[in-house]
């Protein structure tokens, strides 16, 4: 970084245990780095959103402004519905805002359902343009 660039860290957020787990280890990088801090939720592809899943995440989005506001961590938030699959959004918003660290959560899934479904986590670690920071919720077995 120079001068007084403040560094960016995306971090990529589903209301889940591995959600939560990303969210609460890219605050603590924020804290430590004085860093601001992107928070990405992306709808799969755009596909199958009802207006109660809509009306879900905007007030999970609103509630995790309302933490990082207590927390006192610059931030935005983005609640994606554009046709586009999770790790490219996330992967966008790092490269937009030259983001030096992307925090995911990581969830265990069978071979044959990383094959069918894909993996976020490993499309973001394949085409990010920083570091990534996979981390998993401190009850799940690795």
């Known amino acids: 970084m ?9 971090v990529g957020y589903t209301d ?3 959600g939560e787990a990303a969210l609460a ?7 430590l780095r004085g860093a601001h801090l ?4 992306s709808h799969k592809e755009g596909r199958g959103i009802d207006a109660d899943e809509i009306l879900h995440y905007n007030e999970v989005m609103a509630n ?8 006192e961590i610059d931030h935005a938030t983005h609640d ?7 790790a490219e959004d996330i992967v966008a918003c790092a490269r937009i805002t030259g983001a030096e660290l992307i925090v995911i959560g990581l969830r265990n899934r ?3 359902g990383k094959y069918l479904m894909g993996s976020v986590a490993q499309d973001v670690m394949l085409n990010a343009p920083c570091s990534v920071l996979a981390v998993r919720p401190a009850d799940v077995p690795a």
């Open 25 to 31: 280890r890219a605050m603590d990088e924020a804290k």
């Open 38 to 41: 992107e928070v990405v939720h």
């Open 80 to 86: 994606y519905i554009q046709g586009q699959a999770p």
């Open 2 to 10: 120079e001068g007084d660039a403040v560094a960016t860290i995306v």
């Open 16 to 18: 889940t245990l591995e």
């Open 110 to 112: 069978t071979k044959t």
């Open 64 to 71: 995790i402004d309302r933490r990082l506001d207590e927390a």
